[in-house]
């Protein structure tokens, strides 16, 4: 019987990090290297560190060290909002950005750099709670796929 080229055996340790990143503590408990050895297959790093496969197979999945990614994203929400009360402070105390007339050129720069960086921090954390962290939420809650 012919060994089936799609099996898990025959895929490479990169790709199977890549496609669910919690293999990557499974490898590092058994000292396979997933970065720069990524390139090779399941199969040949078991036999180089002599560990049957069926090792592997067995072996659970690890939680990250912070529980789920809710934790951390509940925190960087709150972080979020903060910002978001910092810089309305800021936009309200200069007047919606506005520099006074008499503002020399470098004054006028301050103020401009300031609303470019409202802007790019609205952005960004737009980003972030609305397609990063809903992605992450998502990503963990599907199952592991089978080694």
Known sequence: MKADP????????????????????????????????????????????????????????????????????????????????ILAEIRSLSHDFTPPEHACTTYRVAYFKLQEFEADLHKHIHLENNILFPSAIALEQQPSSPW
């Open 6 to 85: 799609m099996s898990v055996e025959h895929k490479t340790v990169g790709e199977l990090v890549a496609a669910d990143y919690r293999k990557a503590e499974v490898f590092k408990r058994f000292g396979i290297d997933f970065c720069c050895g990524g390139g090779r297959t399941v199969e040949v790093a078991c036999q180089k560190k002599g560990i049957p496969y069926s090792t592997l197979e067995n072996e659970p999945g690890q939680r990250p060290p912070f529980g789920t990614v809710r934790n951390p994203i509940t925190m960087m929400e709150v972080e979020h909002e903060h910002a978001g009360e």
